[in-house]
Nanobody
Framework: QVQLRESGGGLAQAGGSLRLSCAASGSFFSINYMGWYRQAPGKQRELVARITSGGSTNYADSVLGRFTISRDNAKNTVYLQMNDLKPEDTAVYYC???????????????WGQGTQVTVSS
């Protein structure tokens, strides 16, 4: 069982910044990657950014250059620094973590409950 604790969502003005955090706790062997998805009203869920345990990152084209994902492996925490926010960034943001429960077990994904990010124009 892995618990994901998300924080940092809220309101921001266009051009402003927010920082999201997601901390994983519980019993697991390792974390393969941590990332963020978002889902806006009437839209499908999309990958925002992802970072592996080795530091490799992946970003959606729409946020590239504005958002930065980072992690603290010692704290099992991933951060998403969101700068130059735009109204179209408004969505529920979900933490997504892939963990291995043991050395030989398959990787499985866990999802946070989501945190609302609202950007006003």
């Amino acid at each position: 069982q892995v618990q994901l604790r998300e924080s940092g969502g809220g309101l921001a003005q266009a051009g402003g910044s927010l920082r999201l955090s997601c901390a994983a706790s519980g019993s697991f062997f390792s974390i393969n990657y941590m990332g963020w998805y978002r889902q806006a009203p009437g839209k499908q869920r999309e990958l925002v950014a992802r970072i592996t345990s080795g530091g490799s990152t992946n970003y959606a084209d729409s946020v590239l250059g504005r958002f930065t994902i980072s992690r603290d492996n010692a704290k099992n925490t991933v951060y998403l620094q969101m700068n130059d926010l735009k109204p179209e960034d408004t969505a529920v943001y979900y933490c997504n973590v892939a963990v291995k429960r043991s050395f030989s077990s398959p990787t499985m994904e866990q999802w946070g409950q989501g945190t609302q990010v609202t950007v006003s124009s």
